[in-house]
C-alpha cells in the first residue's frame, strides 16, 4: 500500500532552520505532484509549497524566500527546508502526493510532523 512517512520536525527558535522529509513507499514519485500542507491549532489546513514532476514549484506566500521544496525521485524523497523560522510557522505539516488525471482517486497524506518555533 501507499505510506507517506514525514520526518524532521521538532523545536527550533525563532530564526533557525529545519529541514523536513517526506519518504514515499507504493508509488512512482515522478508520476506525482508533491506539496507540504500545514495545520495550527484552530485554523485550516492551508498549502505551504508544491512541487510538480517537471519540478516547477508554488509557495504560500508566507514561506516565500524562506522555504524551498525539493525531490529526489530515485529516493521516492521529497523535502522541504525551512529557514529564518517564526513562531506562526509552528504547526502540523503534511507530504501530500497527488497523481495527474485521477480526480482525487490517487491522493495520498502522510501522518504529519511537529513543527514548533518558539524561544
Known amino acids: 500500500q501507499v505510506q507517506l512517512v514525514e520526518s524532521g520536525g521538532g523545536l527550533v527558535q525563532p530564526g533557525g532552520s529545519l529541514r523536513l522529509s517526506c519518504a514515499a513507499s507504493g508509488i512512482i514519485l515522478s508520476l506525482y505532484a508533491m506539496g507540504w500542507y500545514r495545520q495550527a491549532p484552530g485554523k485550516q489546513r492551508e498549502l505551504v509549497a508544491s512541487i510538480t514532476g517537471g519540478g516547477s514549484t508554488n509557495y504560500a506566500d508566507s514561506v516565500k524566500g524562506r522555504f524551498t521544496i525539493s525531490r529526489d525521485n530515485a529516493k521516492n524523497t521529497v523535502y522541504l527546508q525551512m529557514n529564518s523560522l517564526k513562531p506562526e510557522d509552528t504547526a502540523v505539516y503534511y507530504c501530500?502526493?497527488?497523481?495527474?488525471?485521477?480526480?482525487?482517486?490517487?491522493?495520498?497524506w502522510g501522518q504529519g510532523t511537529q513543527v514548533t518555533v518558539s524561544s
Open positions: 501530500n502526493a497527488d497523481r495527474a488525471a485521477t480526480w482525487g482517486r490517487r491522493n495520498y
